[in-house]
């Protein structure tokens, strides 16, 4: 932050709304927490939009609840429910207060018809990293979240998991040639494919403009937790889904979205929602669209486009990966786990919002990864009704991003990579498995959601610099 003091401009980044309440705010962090940097108070109000209910007595910061309250009433916010509508937690002594408190507020919508949150759940935007979310005839483009249709997408073969020593230095060669990073990487000319044949991309004004980058941008992967990697599967018994006989095999996991597709998608129909949902300031991103509205449908239908366009960039990956391996795929499985489905709920049909969550009906396969040094899983959903036919995505972060970076030190993270016999190419300390839940407990919080076939590895990782 340039200035030494806040700003009207930093409370409404911040979330609030114009008017009063800024000015006062303002005067009150000037007045009693003076002692504190900006980005400290800045924090503190954060605190008050995400927790209301903490502030309400307080003596400072109860004064500027009562006005954000009262500005809210006066320019028509639509109200919340008074209570949170009962949602079930699976491995609740594995998530964060926060990430509870968010979830509370996204069960007091009006729209909302229930919801459950994964061991995974962490703390996020809206809703929280590991939240299920349905509601009736809305959509909320932040509760899919900004990097649409981000997924894991898994390919098996028949190829013995030695390799993965024997032929280590080419590939990863091969993971270095064959993927590109990067919030803005892409490849030197547009990437010919048929999800660009789809007529939603002359239909709808905003598909219209982001078209030719996302031709360009067309199998690569983002930053932060995208990867690729190469890891070896391990089979317990002869009898499995697989029908390959007990042992360890070659297996291709990667994790990424729809790319800037995806983000832009998500940043127009956000600010469509906020400013015709006007919610109250500490839930305006739980901002709903109307199915019935042409920006509603506009919304889904790009939606839709933005997962195609993501499965497509993660084939086109695994397409230029496998030529290392001469051998046709046993299996492959692809689940978004950042998306919106209509479904049924309690007999009536219901947008169910899967933030960091991954479908788990019956029979639906999946890996759920645990970190770089703690294995994932190969499952099968069970349709789990309480857990809204869900599992976690992963392990879910013990510690943020932002933390990780802060607190942790790249040559214990070296270290412990080593030490485990994993390859890593890029990655950053944000990235640590220090700064991942403990996958034994997260996978024994699921037992009634995933059926385990078999675990996954990983050897050798590549991810953003």
């Not at 009262?70 to 009962?86: C, M, R, V, Y």
């Not at 990424?256 to 305006?284: F, W």
């Not at 890996?367 to 789990?384: A, D, E, F, H, K």
């Not at 024994?444 to 590895?457: N, P, R």
Request: aromatic residues 8%; hydrophobic residues 40%.
């Amino acid at each position: 932050m340039a200035s030494k003091k806040l700003t009207g401009h930093d409370l409404m980044e911040l979330g609030f709304p114009a008017g009063r309440s800024i000015s006062l705010a303002i005067s009150l962090m000037q007045k009693h927490y003076a002692h504190l940097s900006p980005a400290a108070q800045l924090d503190l109000l954060k605190q008050v939009l995400l927790a209301p209910d903490k502030f309400v007595t307080h003596t400072v910061l109860g004064e500027i609840l009562a006005a954000l309250t009262k500005q809210n009433n006066s320019t028509g916010a639509i109200h919340l429910h008074e209570q949170p509508k009962p949602y079930a937690i699976f491995g609740d002594n594995l998530i964060e207060t926060d990430a509870k408190e968010q979830m509370d507020l996204a069960m007091r919508l009006p729209v909302t018809v229930n919801g459950a949150l994964m061991p995974d759940t962490h703390k996020g935007h809206g809703l929280p990293i590991g939240g299920v979310l349905a509601t009736d005839g809305a959509v909320i483009p932040y509760a899919v979240g900004m990097d649409i249709a981000c997924r894991m997408h898994f390919t098996l073969y028949n190829v013995p998991a030695t390799i993965l020593e024997k032929q280590k230095y080419q590939l990863k060669q091969v993971l270095q040639d064959q993927t590109r990073f990067g919030v803005n990487t892409g490849f030197e000319k547009p990437q010919a494919h048929e999800v660009f044949d789809r007529p939603e991309f002359n239909q709808i004004k905003v598909l219209q403009q982001l078209k030719t980058r996302a031709a360009y941008q067309l199998g690569s992967s983002g930053t932060g937790n995208h990867f690729v990697e190469f890891g070896a599967v391990t089979l317990d018994t002869n009898d499995n889904a697989f029908n390959l006989p007990a042992g360890e095999y070659v297996g291709i996991l990667s994790h990424s979205g729809a790319r800037s597709l995806g983000k832009n998608i998500a940043a127009h129909y956000t600010q469509i929602a906020m400013d015709t949902c006007r919610l109250p300031v500490e839930a305006k991103y739980l901002a709903w669209l109307n199915l019935q509205t042409q920006a509603g449908q506009e919304y889904w239908q790009a939606m839709q486009v933005a997962n195609d366009y993501a499965l497509a960039c993660h084939e086109r990956i695994h397409e230029r990966l496998s030529v290392s391996f001469g051998e046709e795929p046993v299996a492959r499985f692809d689940n978004p786990h950042n998306f919106a489905w209509k479904e049924q709920c309690q007999g009536q049909e219901v947008i169910v919002h899967r933030k960091g969550a991954a479908r788990a009906t019956a029979d639906n396969f999946n890996v759920i990864p645990g970190s770089m040094t703690q294995p994932g899983y190969l499952v099968r959903g069970l349709g789990n009704v309480a857990a809204l036919y869900s599992s976690s995505h992963g392990a879910g972060r013990a510690m943020s991003a932002k933390k990780a970076a802060q607190v942790l030190y790249q040559t214990e993270m070296n270290g412990l990579i080593k030490a485990f016999g994993i390859e890593l190419i890029g990655g950053s300390l944000q990235e640590s498995p220090v700064a991942y839940k403990n996958m034994h407990y997260v996978m024994e919080s699921q037992q009634q959601q995933v059926e385990i076939l078999g675990k996954f590895t990983p050897k050798l990782v590549r991810m953003d610099r």
